[in-house]
């Protein structure tokens, strides 16, 4: 019997087609070949490829897909080859270069809004330090790894990534990516203004001092445990519902705003708090403020209950929230024993009052005050905007969680496999090339979901790009294409100028 091919007598050829061409006209392929040597970064394609195709990060049936697939590179590697190419030969230096050279081309011109965030991937790897115990939402028993992306609002195109110890805090995450962002700027040769859009994790006095100094803009959600939070919102809260105060939304729901100058530190420069009040977020936390009242009436009640004989100081009850009206009666004065100042010595003896506490008072009007500032959701800016353009462009922020979406569901990122750290970065870059490719796929063809959502999917479309298949003439040796182009995938194709024509002149290039 003879030798089997190396390749199946049927390929798939039109998302190796497509990714060929979407990745030389965005650069992709060339920032590559700067970092990598031509052998690698074929590979690096090709993976990516598999993820897209198979949805799938398990290296182990790489080789099976590979033997039907049209290839950048010329042989197809086992698993173990992939397995040392990830751990050897994609370096944290290569990593930092190509992520640079990736942001410094598309980071745009003008002002740039970048989205960033960060998710945790769980891992069961043992004895490799990037894999700790962290804040995990889902399970916190569950070892992770942190990945942030930072994402080009415009169109969601991821613009650099990075890794840290599961156990790092999101704060910490946070400087090392803005040190980044800071270089960025510097090195990019053209007038560009970078904001960055952040949830409420990841502010702190350093972060700010850092983007401030690093000429960095920024949009920020404000936690409600900050301190200036309570005093923002109550000095909005009786102004803000007004109808000159009315925000449009998408969704025609009820919301108001209003802009005040504050500083976000000591010594810092003006910024903006733009405090926004939601029908919405006040119906969602109106739960959560009936939860606390509950909670600090009944530890007042027992406190009460144990102490009805017993005589406080003033100072010693202003634990008791201020929508509380304490029924105080007189207590047996304390004697407090002074030394006296001066010559002489001697003592002296001082009468505190005190109060006993008989029972207490719901304050209605401050109850009522707390429901309404539960809707209040602050956003800090560097530079001034109404609140209508911070409200718009903080909206918007949920490109970078679209992004992690499509890299847990589409291309395998909910587990890890590796068991070395240098192949969770390896790894990490080709997931990166691979949800740049997503992207690239999901907004150029964004026309086409106007009028049809559920055909033009990326999923959906990736399945009519594999269809495009070239059979082996058996007497020739040459490729053919089995089927014309469909209408759906000369719809997809046309965006990068690829036709039948074009498909044909790839299938005679694919060598065996």
């Given amino acids: 019997m003879p030798e089997p091919p190396r390749f199946a007598d049927s390929l798939t050829v039109g998302l190796t087609s497509w990714i060929r061409e979407a990745s030389n ?4 392929t060339e920032d590559l070949a700067k970092v990598f040597n031509e052998e690698d970064a074929q590979l690096i394609l090709d993976l990516s490829n598999y993820m897209l195709s ?17 290839l950048f590179s010329p042989e197809i590697r086992d698993d173990t080859f992939i397995g040392r190419f990830l751990k050897n030969s994609i370096t944290i230096p290569k990593i930092k270069l190509f992520r640079e050279l990736w942001a410094a081309r598309n980071i745009g011109d003008g002002r740039i809004f970048l ?3 960060s998710t945790n991937v769980n891992c069961q790897a043992e004895g490799v330090f990037i894999v700790q115990r962290g804040h995990a939402k889902d399970d916190p028993d569950l070892s992770q790894v942190n990945t942030d992306y930072v994402v ?26 803005l040190r980044f962002i800071a270089h960025l700027k510097k090195i990019v040769k053209k007038d560009v203004k970078l904001c960055m859009i952040c949830d409420r994790g990841y502010i702190s006095e350093k972060n700010l001092k850092d983007m401030d100094g690093g000429g960095i803009e920024y949009i920020l959600m404000l936690r409600t445990s900050f301190s200036k939070y309570d005093t923002l919102a109550e000095s909005a809260i009786d102004t ?27 010594d810092g420069p003006v910024c903006y708090a733009q405090i926004i009040w939601s029908a919405d977020r006040y119906q969602a936390k109106r739960k ?48 407090l024993v002074k030394k006296k100042r001066g010559r002489g010595g001697g003592t002296k003896t001082e009468n505190i009052e005190t109060v006993k506490i008989s029972g207490y008072d719901d304050d209605e009007a401050a109850i009522n005050r707390l429901y309404q500032k539960a809707g209040i959701a602050i956003l800090i800016t560097s530079t001034k905007m109404t609140v209508q353009e911070t409200s718009d462009a903080y909206s918007k922020r949920d490109c970078v969680e679209k992004t992690f979406q499509a890299l847990k569901s589409h291309l395998g990122m909910d587990k890890i496999g590796v068991t070395t750290e240098e192949a969770m970065h390896g ?18 063809t964004a026309p086409l979901r106007i009028s049809d959502r559920k055909n033009y999917t990326v999923p959906a479309m990736i399945d009519q790009l594999e269809a495009i298949k070239a059979d082996k003439n058996l007497s020739t040796g040459k490729r053919e294409r089995r089927y014309k182009l469909t209408r759906k995938q000369k719809q997809i194709l046309q965006f990068w100028g690829m036709d039948e024509p074009y498909i044909d002149q790839r299938i005679a290039s694919v060598s065996e």
């Fill in 25 to 28: 006209q965005s650069g992709l």
């Fill in 54 to 70: 198979k949805e799938s990060a398990v290296m182990q049936h790489f080789p099976a897909w590979a033997r039907e697939h049209e």
């Fill in 115 to 117: 989205c960033y965030d």
């Fill in 152 to 177: 080009r609002q415009s169109d969601g195109l991821p613009l650099t990534y990075l890794h840290s110890p599961g156990l790092v805090s999101d704060i910490a995450q946070a400087s090392e990516m």
């Fill in 240 to 266: 803000i519902k007004s109808y000159k105060n009315e925000i449009k939304t998408p969704c025609n729901d009820e919301r108001y705003g209003i802009t005040i100058e504050c500083t976000m530190y000591n």
């Fill in 288 to 335: 959560d403020v009936k939860l606390l009242i509950e909670r600090q009436r009944e530890k007042l009640e027992a406190f009460i209950s144990k102490n009805r004989d017993k005589s406080f100081e003033s100072e010693e009850l202003k634990w008791v929230p201020s929508y509380f009206r304490l029924k105080l009666e007189p207590g047996e004065p304390k004697q």
């Fill in 427 to 444: 790894k990490g870059l080709v997931w990166f090339t691979a949800s740049i490719l997503h992207a690239i796929l999901f907004n150029r």
